[in-house]
């Protein structure tokens, strides 16, 4: 054993020994580039001395030899470094998880920071300049798109528009608090005698409060990834996050137009009031037009499927770029199309380009990230600095003091509006995770050195504010989150019957929570629903998919997934009508612990069959939804408020208790019978007697009475539906006539258990003859 | 609050019904809201169908039990009235108030709650959980993975930790006992408050 974790720590040090020989290999070439900004053409002049020193002097001695192997590094330079950068970005990834205890105390955002300032402190040392790698032109064009593209495409609708209104409070009000109340007091301070500070004007205050309040999306994505906090608040700080770009971007291009004038009027702010509408909506409409042509592209790509994945890259770009066009907001509107192309993309394309435009969001986003961390770093140490204690200390002071006013002051408003409240704890989240990350850095980096004669000292306060807040709040939100959190009684002394009950308890609850519905939002969503059914799936949905084809696709995929997981997991029971209880006893052997004594004073059951039990119990206990499921970003499992997910557990659920029936009617010795009335008869005396199901009570005269067709298991009938079960997504009406017919044959006491079949009848699902006819999705 | 008069004005016994049920108008004008909102055909009153029609509600493991409570006296449709009193069960509890022992046991207190779910467990309305109906219930809850030969042990392991007089049943007291803690507390927040 300890050889093996010694050979594991030889591998690990050695993969780190050349990772960090390949950053020293790795400096020199990127030290002697003069820029990675791809509009900048110094990179030839660069390319040109180095070629000087190279000798590819062809020119001026002709009668030399033929040159077998040459060096021409100019020719490539600027492709290669993009590719060494990535590259490390992607090292450094790697690296960091193979060092177990430090990914668990320091969030791989500091890391990479970290490296950053490795790779440009190197950069230094060997004498070279520091290329400006956090170009703003580079970050807003290709490092942010891919980040904010994944988060849209992924979006959880569902919860983000439930809570679209406290999210928008946050947002808006909240960052507009923030740039006013930082800028202000800061402008407040300078004034002050002795900071030597006096030159700063209110404008420019103003302005690089509004730069520095508005919390960034990556570096939430990045912390909140690690410490496994519920869908809520995770919703609630990531969706302030995007939302507050358009106010972000009118306040900048308002202070920053104005400054040079030095005063803004009534006027000047009415008109960024109306700015700021045009801004959001305008972003979002922008997203939305493009998201629609994306889906109605992808209703023709039946006979090219493999350029699918492009059309949604392309068109989301587009609507990024097009937005920054009209100086609206680029994010809103790549959001917007991102979360308007799913839907309708999702049910046109192929299940492998499915697979294909998520793994590359995925890995564009993860690149994009881990490479923005590491620029910060290297920008850092390219400068140029100003350092001012009195500036930085404020700034760093008034942010988190502002951030925890601001939402302390915004939750107890909203508290009054929401059906489930923000608690205190909830509140402490949302507000120690407001973080700031590049994009502050990168507004600030667009500053106008002319007219803002002060900005490395702004850039200096940004960047250290920026540490400060991945540092110190990346680091220490997690222990604190553990701190606050409610210690969970203990799982293991818990009676059997407190387990059930408790369990059956929330089940109920959850049922009532049902059925008294969600105020509020029922009504337009239920109407947009339904135009979204009539009209616009026609449209934007290829052929006659747009019924209900996801689902089946979806519920053959689930199939393969637990056929998987019962073969791997080596207790294949479920055979129906072929093997007997037998198969089940083997399930408990491997479950058995060494008989041990037993301690109470219970004649029939020993402790082992007591541990068997709860632990039966407590794997397979189903779990009601769980609003505390802690949510991350990079699992890529199904979106389980999708409208399909419902349908397919419900399906699930009767193929499960069909499939209960059928091993025990294998039990019985089945007596041949006549084949029995046309299925439609079944149906139709069926449909004639809903009621039967629902008496609780049941009296013995309510036992159904169809005793007399007996469908035996080895019947025509009885085989083809379990062949259905297995193909197709459940033939409703025809397991229903069995399990009721096998009712009345077993004579126990008549049990509603399943009248679930039967809300298929209320249930506008495809009906049994439209399945068989719809294609399956390649 | 105009709109919630004029809704109030709509339904019969209002007054009443908020003495008896203690819910406030805002809460019953949603409650009526949502009602009409499941009865589909506008006839007044809710039948099995229009309660299986949520499908959230169809998910649940005992959905169809709790359907079944709001039918419990053999009718086949609920007014709004009765849809009223039985969602009233789920009422948050004012806890800290001293009762007065002399009036009838408030309609959502904790043993009421108790009583309500103790009745979804008992189908055969005998005051007790019989074997048989338990077995049920685990059934219904239970996963595809486990089989019969375990749901009985389990039911029988059941029985045998709450039985205290020995009757091979569960009765309502012997329910109570067991420590069920904030459970019923924690979620009804999200049911019934603003």
Known sequence: ?778 | MGSTNSTLSKIPNVEELMRETGFSPAHIVRLYDRFESLDKEKTGHLRPEDFGAINRLAMNPIGDRIIGAFFSSGQDTVDFHSFVRILAHFRPAENNRPRDPSLPEPVNSRISKLKFAFQLYDLDKDGKISRAELLQVLRSMMEMQVTEEQLESIADRTIQEADLDRDDAISFEEFRKVPLGDTLTLTQQRVASK
């Open chain 1, 1 to 778: 054993m300890e050889r093996l974790l010694r050979r594991g720590f030889m591998e690990r040090g050695f993969l780190l020994l050349v990772v960090l020989m390949f950053l020293e290999g790795t400096v020199f070439p990127l030290g002697a580039a003069s820029s990675p900004d791809i509009s900048a053409p110094d990179g030839a002049g660069g390319h040109e001395r180095n070629d000087d020193h190279r000798g590819i002097d062809n020119y001026t001695f002709p009668k030399k030899a033929f040159p077998v192997l040459s060096l021409d590094y100019g020719h490539i330079q600027m492709p290669f470094e993009i590719s060494l950068w990535v590259l490390l970005a992607s090292l450094m990834k790697l690296g960091f998880h193979l060092i177990p205890r430090l990914s668990g105390i320091v969030p791989e955002s500091c890391l990479l920071i970290v490296v950053g300032l490795l790779v440009g402190g190197l950069i230094k040392l060997a004498g070279e300049e520091v290329p400006p790698v956090l170009d703003s032109k580079l970050f807003f064009l290709c490092l942010l798109p891919p980040i904010i593209l994944d988060a849209g495409y992924f979006l959880p609708i569902r919860p983000f528009m439930e809570n679209i209104g406290t999210i928008l409070m946050f947002a808006v009000i909240g960052t507009l608090w923030n740039a006013f109340f930082v800028g202000g007091l800061l402008f407040a301070v300078c004034q002050i005698e002795g900071t030597h500070l006096s030159q700063v004007e209110l404008l420019p205050c103003l302005l690089f409060g509004s730069i520095i309040s508005a919390v960034d999306p990556v570096a939430v994505l990045a912390v909140f990834e690690e410490i496994h906090i519920n869908e809520l608040l995770h919703i609630l700080v990531f969706g302030e996050s995007l939302l507050n770009d358009a106010v972000t971007v009118v306040l900048y291009h308002l202070f920053e137009e104005y400054s040079g004038a030095g005063e803004v009027t009534l006027m000047d702010a009415f008109l960024g009031v109306i700015c700021f509408l045009i801004v959001s909506l305008g972003g979002v409409a922008v997203g939305a037009i493009y998201g629609i042509l994306a889906a109605f592209t992808s209703r023709f790509t039946s006979h090219t499927r493999v350029i699918e994945p492009l059309f949604v890259f392309v068109y989301s770009y587009m609507a990024y770029l097009s937005a920054e066009m009209f100086h609206l907001s680029g994010i809103m509107a790549l959001i917007a199309c991102g979360a308007v192309t799913r839907p309708y993309v999702e049910a046109n394309i192929s299940h492998k380009s499915h697979t294909t435009i998520k793994y590359f969001l995925k890995m564009w986003s993860s690149v994009s990230e881990t490479l923005i961390f590491i620029f910060l770093g290297v920008a850092t140490v390219a400068g140029p600095h100003a350092w001012n204690w009195t500036f930085v200390s404020v700034t760093v002071i008034l942010c988190l003091v502002s951030r925890v006013i601001g939402v302390v002051g915004l939750t107890f408003i909203i508290n009054k509006f929401r059906i489930v409240k923000l608690t205190t704890k909830d509140q402490f989240i949302v507000a120690y995770g407001g973080l700031r990350g590049a994009i502050a850095f990168s507004l600030g980096y667009l500053l106008d050195k002319d007219h803002f004669p002060m900005r490395t000292m702004f850039l200096t306060a940004i960047i250290t504010e920026i540490f400060f807040t991945v540092f110190v709040q990346g680091m220490t939100i997690k222990p604190l989150v553990d701190l606050l959190a409610v210690k969970k009684k203990q799982e293991a002394k818990r009676s059997i019957n407190e387990e059930i009950h408790t369990q059956f308890l929330d089940h109920l609850l959850t049922g009532i929570e049902d059925i008294c519905g969600h105020y509020g939002h029922h009504h337009w969503k239920d109407k947009l629903n339904r135009f979204n059914k009539k009209y616009i799936k026609k449209c934007l949905i290829a052929g006659e998919r747009y019924k209900e084809p996801q689902l089946i696709a979806f519920y053959h995929k689930m199939e393969f997934k637990q056929a998987i997981e019962l073969v791997e997991s080596g207790g294949g029971v479920k055979m129906p009508a072929a093997m007997p209880l037998q198969v089940s006893m083997q399930n408990i052997q491997p479950k058995k612990q060494p008989p041990m004594a037993a301690d109470r004073a219970l004649p029939q059951f020993t402790k082992n069959r007591e541990e068997e039990i709860r632990k039966i119990l407590r794997s397979n206990l189903q779990k009601t939804r769980q609003r505390l499921r802690s949510y991350n970003r990079h699992t890529l499992v199904a979106d389980p408020y999708e409208d399909g997910w419902s349908e397919y557990m419900l399906k699930k659920q009767r193929m499960i208790e069909l499939e209960k029936k059928m091993t025990q009617m294998s039990n019985y010795l089945t007596v041949p019978a006549a084949p029995s009335d046309s299925p439609t008869m079944r149906r139709a005396r069926l449909a004639s007697d809903p009621n039967a199901f629902y008496t609780i009570k049941a009296p013995p005269g309510n036992v159904p009475t169809i005793q007399v067709e007996l469908a035996s298991p080895q019947s025509p009938d009885s085989v083809n539906l379990v062949d259905e079960f297995s193909k197709k997504g459940g033939s409703s009406q025809k397991n229903t006539d069995d399990r009721k017919e096998e009712q009345g044959r077993m004579m126990k006491p008549p049990s509603n258990k399943n009248p679930g079949l039967l809300r298929c009848l209320s249930d506008p699902g495809p009906s049994n003859e439209d399945e068989e006819d719809e294609p399956f999705l390649p």
